[in-house]
């Protein structure tokens, strides 16, 4: 028994190293991410704010990554905003929102809880309503905690295995910090002809490099991140688009490419009826292939994805990585008063 409880813990202590090795330096150097990021718009941009044809927008997104290695990790994100003040001879609004996610890692429960205000401008480039450009900025609160009672000590080995009585004799100075966030964008949405059309953004996040340390250190600070992404809408005939994009994202020394595309087939196109099956396959370049399927019925998208892993880490994780859902709804409060909206592009 006691050999038995020895390989258990030797066997933990290997999986805690690997983890270590893999999973931390990404958790300290990135911000959350969603493989269906065109389903989360305003954590992809804040110019995209108010981007979209209709009046309100709402989207919830969750994640949940190497539920095969260690305690999964989560990320929960909910949104809504809308348009503002139309000017229906110039085509120019403004636009408001507000996003809220919470981030949960690995056995300490290291989280982040964030709010961000999302305020944009969309300004039309020409009289034909086909070219759209949007600015927006993005302040924030965020909240960083940890829970140092669920993670284990080298003192709480007791030379057989570990026991949770003993005193982890280590002393830590906060558990929990605020600190205030910035964020900016800019996006561009185009439609070329009838069957094509395109739209792509760059965003800058956490513009004042806010401070990090659970241990006063003044040094430690989030990086600021790029953040690239360009999507095309091309009508092959009435039945079916294809969807192609690209996302680049830059935080510090760490990198992240996808780039794929999405078949979708349009069952009917009337507008009270709408409805479209969609089927995508990404790539994000060393990490993982990603596999997508969404539907959408009338002004409702639901999109279900799933990483599997190619990386460093497929020893432990069996190709698994994360399980992600999404869910969009745009509320249309047509007026008295008839207004040309803006193309929607396919976020």
């Known amino acids: 028994m006691i050999i038995r409880n020895k390989y258990r813990f030797t066997q933990q202590i290997s999986m805690t190293i690997l983890l270590i090795v893999f999973l931390v330096p990404v958790s300290l150097a990135q911000d959350i991410h969603f493989s269906q990021y065109n389903m989360s718009p305003l954590n992809l941009n804040p110019a995209t704010t108010g981007f979209f044809e209709g009046t309100y927008r709402f989207t919830l997104n969750n994640r949940t990554q190497w539920r095969a290695v ?11 905003d809308k348009q503002l003040l139309k000017r229906s001879f110039k085509q120019d609004m403004f636009g408001a929102g507000l996003v809220i996610y919470r981030d949960k890692a690995g056995d300490s429960d290291f989280g982040t809880t964030q709010i961000n205000g999302s305020f944009s401008w969309i300004k039309a480039l020409n009289k034909k309503s086909n070219q759209y450009i949007s600015f927006a900025i993005q302040p924030g609160i965020a909240q960083r905690t940890i829970n140092y009672e669920k993670l ?9 295995s570990y026991d949770p009585n003993l005193s982890n004799n280590e002393q830590f100075s906060t558990k929990n910090f605020f600190f205030f966030d910035i964020n900016a964008g800019a996006y561009w949405f185009y439609k070329y002809k009838k069957n094509l059309s395109f739209d792509g953004g760059l965003a800058l996040f956490h513009l004042n490099t806010p401070h990090q340390s659970l241990f006063d250190n003044k040094n430690i600070r989030l990086d600021r ?25 830059n935080q510090g ?26 089927f995508g ?38 190709e698994r990585g994360g399980l992600e859902i999404a869910l969009k709804y745009i509320l249309d409060k047509k007026g008295p008063v008839i207004i040309r909206s803006v193309p929607c592009p396919i976020f």
Not at 74 to 80: E, L, M, P, Q
Not at 235 to 248: A, E, M, T
Not at 258 to 275: E, F, T
Not at 295 to 300: F, N
Request: charged share 15%.
């Open 70 to 80: 260690t305690t999964p990790y989560t990320t929960t994100s909910v949104s809504a």
């Open 225 to 249: 991140k790029l953040v690239i992404n360009a999507n095309s809408v091309v009508n092959i005939n009435p039945k079916f688009d294809l969807l192609p994009s690209i996302l680049f994202m």
């Open 152 to 160: 284990m000590f080298d003192s709480q080995y007791n030379g057989s």
């Open 253 to 278: 020394k760490y990198r992240e490419l996808d780039l794929g595309a999405a078949l979708r087939y349009i069952n009917d196109p009337r507008v009270v009826n709408y409805m479209a099956f969609s």
């Open 281 to 318: 396959l990404w790539l994000r370049a060393k990490d993982a292939t990603l596999l997508s399927a969404q539907i959408d019925y009338h002004k409702v998208s639901l999109g279900i994805s799933y990483d599997i892993n190619i990386s460093n880490l497929t020893p432990a994780s069996n």
